[in-house]
């Protein structure tokens, strides 16, 4: 690690990266990065580099972990062994845990979570480097990859993060201003300006602390102008994507069949099909009911028909982890959540 520096801000009142106290460091973020996710965000915020993939929402296995009125999110923040300096030992720690957690908080008031019950939305935010502001950064990828994937929200999260260096308050920490600095106070806001995270590290008077506030929901609105403009690029993109001509009809078809099979409903089912599927269903329950010992597990695995079984997501280790670690990393600095 360097060493700290003498001064942060110069007499010209520029930070050691040329900015001035109150600008946020390069942003730039491309949608749709990842074929396999639902959706995706590439997201390059200074040093930071960021991927967040987006699963779901998917009925939810076992069916205990369900919630009955809503869907339940889950947020993994990881930082990849080679995301900084010194390597970092593989897999959660308390750190990451309590990233992971803040950060599926800061998305609970804008995902409309009652449309799905029972379902799951997995949100990966993976570091791959790491320059300070690795949370906020996260989250702002994972605000558009959950666009992407098309989860009907309220609106954007957008993250930053104010500080304090030189007796003056900085937006959007750099390295040193982070290591050396005398607060980081991360914060994440709703388009509506609803604060859904805010954290402190460090000491500030109760002005300061207002002042912090102003001036991270002015970082938030310039990131959320960011992200907005990403949104729009994309979706003109596709509205210029033209269709051959000898297509056109096979295509207003297809949106007609769609639109009339969702006003109907089931009711349009081929009740063939329904009787096939039945049959099918039964005989599962048999093999099923044969290969399983434990009760409850029984009892999901019979719900769920052989050609459903992609749909349906098991419980993922990986989250388990995460809230299962122990303090293993004691030394490991933990924000205090206000
Ligand atoms: P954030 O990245 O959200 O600012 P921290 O304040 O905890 O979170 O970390 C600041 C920076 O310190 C990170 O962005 C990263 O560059 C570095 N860092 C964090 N944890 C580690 C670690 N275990 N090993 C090395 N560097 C780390």
């Known amino acids: 690690m360097s060493d700290k520096p003498e001064k942060f801000i110069d007499e010209n ?36 580099k960021i991927l967040a993939a987006v699963y779901g929402p998917r009925e939810l296995h076992p069916r205990r972990l369900q919630k009955a009125d809503s869907v339940l999110i889950r947020y993994r923040y990881n930082m990849a ?8 030992r593989p897999g959660p720690s308390r750190r990451s845990t309590e990233i992971s957690k803040v950060s599926r908080e800061a998305f609970e008031p804008v995902v409309l979570t009652h449309l799905y019950p029972g379902a799951v ?12 502001g690795t949370r906020t950064a996260a989250i702002n990828a994972a605000s558009m ?32 201003e982070d290591n050396f600095g005398d607060a980081d106070i991360p914060m994440a806001i709703t388009s509506e300006g609803e604060i859904s995270l805010i954290q402190m590290d460090g000491d500030v008077t109760q002005e300061e602390f207002k002042k912090a506030i102003e001036m991270c929901k002015e970082g938030c609105r310039q990131i959320l102008e960011i992200q907005k403009e990403t949104l729009k690029n994309k979706f003109t993109k596709l509205d210029e ?9 096979d295509v207003s078809a297809l949106v007609e069949s769609t639109l009339t099979s ?13 009787e096939e599927a ?8 048999v093999d099923d009911v044969e290969d399983v010992e434990d ?17 349906v997501v098991e419980a993922d280790p990986s989250f388990e982890d995460v809230e299962e670690e122990e303090d293993e990393n004691p030394e490991d600095d933990e924000e205090e959540t206000v």
């Open 145 to 176: 990859a959950l666009a992407d994937a098309g989860i009907p929200m309220k609106g954007l999260v957008s993250a930053c993060a104010v500080g304090k260096v030189d007796g003056q308050l900085v937006l959007d920490l750099n390295k040193a």
């Open 262 to 274: 969702a006003d109907e409903g089931e009711a349009c089912e081929d009740e063939e099909v329904v």
């Open 81 to 88: 062994a080679f995301s900084v300096e010194d390597r970092i």
């Open 13 to 48: 009142g520029l930070r050691l990266d040329g900015r001035r106290i109150d600008e946020i460091r390069p942003m730039k973020m491309e949608i749709g990065v990842l074929s396999r996710a639902d959706g995706s965000c590439y997201l390059e915020w200074g040093k930071n």
């Open 121 to 132: 939305i997995d949100v990966f935010a993976e570091v791959l480097q790491a320059d300070a």
């Open 278 to 285: 039945d049959a099918e269903d039964d005989s599962e329950d």
């Open 241 to 249: 994507v033209e269709i051959p001509e000898d297509e056109e009809e």
């Open 295 to 311: 009760d409850e597990e029984a009892e999901d695995e019979d719900d769920v028909p052989e050609e459903k079984a992609d749909e």
